[in-house]
């Protein structure tokens, strides 16, 4: 179970990323992105970036290479918000909740109409 402290500071983390993707990333790879959430390490020194992105597969790698390639600028937007000893580094990784959540809403529609 995650501390208080560590929910806070994943909420911290996902607020200046999101701000900082939408508002101050200019590279045309990155599509309509979404960070849905931030995991760290309990030492703070790595976090785990959910992000969801609104395309096909194709438009998915292109955004995360482009989110990937960004890591300096956007792990230095959470060193310059947050104050915390470490700023962590930055994982991105595609949530894919949406996606499943669709199979598993078409699975049960299927199964309705058998």
């Known amino acids: 179970m995650r501390s208080d402290r560590l929910r806070r500071v994943d909420e911290a983390v996902r607020e200046v990323l999101s701000e900082a993707v939408t508002k101050d990333l200019k590279d045309p790879r990155v599509g309509f992105v979404t960070v849905t959430s931030v995991q760290t390490s309990s030492d703070l020194r790595h976090a785990r970036v959910f992000v969801s992105v609104l395309g096909d597969e194709r ?7 482009g989110l990937r ?30 996606d499943r959540g669709l199979r598993i809403e078409a699975l049960l529609e299927e199964e309705g109409s058998s």
């Open 59 to 65: 438009v998915r790698e292109r955004s995360l290479d």
């Open 69 to 98: 390639s960004a890591h300096g600028f956007l792990q230095k937007r959470v060193a310059d918000e947050l104050r915390v000893k470490h700023t962590p580094t930055l994982d991105f990784v595609y949530d894919d909740t949406l």
